[in-house]
C-alpha cells in the first residue's frame, strides 16, 4: 500500500474482515440487546453486575493488565436509557463503560477478552477497557477524556440529521464533566441545531475523590436548562424511572423536539479505579457506601419479576460468563510484529519513515 492512497481504496495488506470501517470485531454481526421485558433487564442487570465481578477477580489475578472502572452500583443507568433506544441509535460512553456496552448487546465474551488485550477482543484487544467500540451496534466508543463522548454524539446526530435518519444519540458523561467546557460547547451546539442528543449525567457524586457538592456550581439540571434544553432529575438506582425518563426524551428527539438532559443520581460500590485497592482513601465513609448499598437496583428488579424466576436467571448468567473467560482466555494476545496494524482508517498507512 503506498501512503497517501485515495482513502477508499484496499490496502494490499488488509486484515480479513476488516474491509468494512468501524467494522472492528472479528465474527458474526451482533444485534442490539433486547430489553423491552422486565426480566430481560433484569437479566441485563445481573449480567453487568456479574460481569464486572469476575472482571475485578481477573485484574487481582493480573490477566487484564492497568486496571479498570468497575461500573458496580450503577447499572440501573446503563440498563435504563439503553431500554429506550431503537436498533439505530448510537451512544458514546466513558471510562466507566462497560455497562454501557454490554447493555448495548456488545458480547461479554468479546469484551473479557477485549479487557485482556486479546485477538479474540471486540477490537482485537488493541483498546481495552477505555476504548471498547462497536459501529454495528452504534457503540461510538468508551472513552478516556471526560466529557469527550459529548461532542462525539453530538456529532454523529448531526450526521444522521442530515442523512434523513431518526436515529437519536446518547452521550453518557459523569458529574465530573459538568465542568468541561466541551461539555458546554456540545450542549449549545445540540441545542442550536435541535439535534436528536440525549446528554446523560450519570451522578454518582464523586470525580475520582472530589465530591461533586464541592466541584459543581449550579447544578447539572441548570446547566441544561440555560441552553433551553429540557432537563429531568432520575432516581439512578431505579431502572424503571430511568428507562421511562429516557422514554419520554427519546421520543421527543426522535420527532425533531431536539436534546434532552438526564441527571440520573447515582453511586459506584466500587473504588474509582482498581488502583484504588491499593490506597488508603478516606473521602467516603462506610456509612454512605453502604445507605447507598441499601438501595442496590438489582434487587428492586428482581422484585418485580420474583425471586424464583431471578435465581434462574442469575444462573443462566453465570454459565454465559463461564464460558465467555474460557473464550476470553483461550484466545491469543496479538502478533507484536502487526502493532502498527489498524491505527488509520481503511486506505491509510503511517507515512514511509514513521516512527510507530
Ligand atoms: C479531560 C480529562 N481530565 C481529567 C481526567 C482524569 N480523570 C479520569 S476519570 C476522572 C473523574 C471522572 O469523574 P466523573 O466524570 O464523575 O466519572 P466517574 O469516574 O465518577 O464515573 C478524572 C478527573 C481525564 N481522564 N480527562
Ligand atoms: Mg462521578
Known sequence: MTPGAPAGT???DAVPGDTVPGDTAPGPSPAVAALDTPERRYRMLRLIRSFEERALGLVTSGVITGGIHPYIGQEAVAVGVCAALGAGDRLASTHRGHGHVLARGLDPARLLAELAGRVGGSNRGRGGSMHAADLRLGILGANGIVGAGAPIAVGAAW????????AVAVAFFGDGALNQGVLLESLNLAAMWRLPVLFVCENNGYATTLPAG????????????AFGIPAAEVDGMDTEAVR???????ARARNGGGPGFLECRTYRFEGHHTMERLMKLHYRTPEEVAAWRERD??????GAIGAGRAAALDAEVAAELAAAEEFALASPHPDPAGAADHLYASGLRPRAGAVV
Not at 464541592?214 to 436548562?225: F, L, P
Open 297 to 302: 437496583p438489582l434487587p428492586r428488579a428482581a
Open 159 to 166: 450526521a444522521d440529521l442530515r442523512a434523513g435518519s431518526d
Open 244 to 250: 421511562a425518563a429516557a422514554e419520554e426524551a427519546v
Open 214 to 225: 464541592t466541584a459543581v456550581a449550579g447544578s447539572a439540571v441548570g446547566r441544561a436548562a
Open 10 to 12: 484496499t490496502p494490499a
